[in-house]
């Protein structure tokens, strides 16, 4: 268990640091083309981890199973990670780390709507106190944040929560972490093929056509610089391959509603990081906004870890 905390504490300080990192060089990259690097880059070396994973279970792959993988890497590597890229490009790096750590609200939703999971009492309260943050760091009545950071983010956190919930029974056969592992891979090759198809005249002409810009002559390997490539490498090896890589194995030693945990302090650290790293201040409506989601976080996950303990209590 001691352990298991090890790994969750990691796991959160590298999460945290997430958007920060991007944020400092979003500049420098276009935003598909950091996009499909880092979560190839992630999901090879997450690669060892999920063929040992595999082994474990004596499972093999099937031509279905690569084809459900390649769906989730289209969900959550080429649209929801797309937006959020763009989200960071867009808008301060603790907006969008706040907002985008609301994505279990919006799993909660789709959870009910397409696997009939039950909405109990304490989700509603936990989803009207998310809403109520949500609301307040927006500040629809004197916003001073981009319209289109918040949209992107927002768009990046609920295509995240589709993700979530059509990976929920490849997780329960395969492990988050072989679900993880091929969702990254395969969506990365997914973009970099879409890439390699913008530099072609007639679509990246159209793309322009319509202001999209980014997503035209998207460039493979411009952008490394020796200024630019110790974050890299940090965002690519640490963030996504290490970060997703120590979040299942605290899954493996403790349970998922400890390690979910994560995500309950990620909303703190982050603008704490992002004042210190990037002078980002955090105004009145942002800390009431983050006091919501951490009590809508809290109403969400305490029945959990009491009826975890009471479990743990009647076995000894």
Known sequence: MKKGFIYIG????????????????SDNFNPVQLNFSRFLVGGIILLPFALKALKSKNISLTSKDIKTFALLGLTCVVISMTFYQLAVMNTKASVVAVLFS???IFVMIFAYIVLKEKIH???IIALVLELIGIILIINPINTK????GITLTLLAAITFAIYGVLGKKSCAKFGGIVVTCFSFILGGLEMLILSLLSHLNIISNALRTVNL???????????????????????????TGIGYALYFKAMEVTSANTTSLV????????????????KELIPINMILGIIC??????????PSFIAEHHKKAAAL
């Open 10 to 25: 990691i796991t959160t300080f590298l999460f945290s640091t997430m958007e920060i990192a991007l944020k400092t060089i």
């Open 102 to 104: 609301c994505n279990p």
């Open 121 to 123: 009492k304490n989700n």
């Open 145 to 148: 944040l981009s319209i289109t």
């Open 213 to 239: 810009n980014q997503f035209a002559d998207v460039p493979i390997l411009s952008g490394y610089t020796t200024y630019s490539l110790p974050t890299v490498l940090y965002i690519f090896i640490c963030v």
């Open 263 to 278: 995500f309950f302090f990620k909303p703190i650290l982050s603008p704490i990081l992002a004042l210190i790293l990037l």
């Open 293 to 302: 989601i951490l009590s809508g976080s809290l109403a969400s996950l305490l």
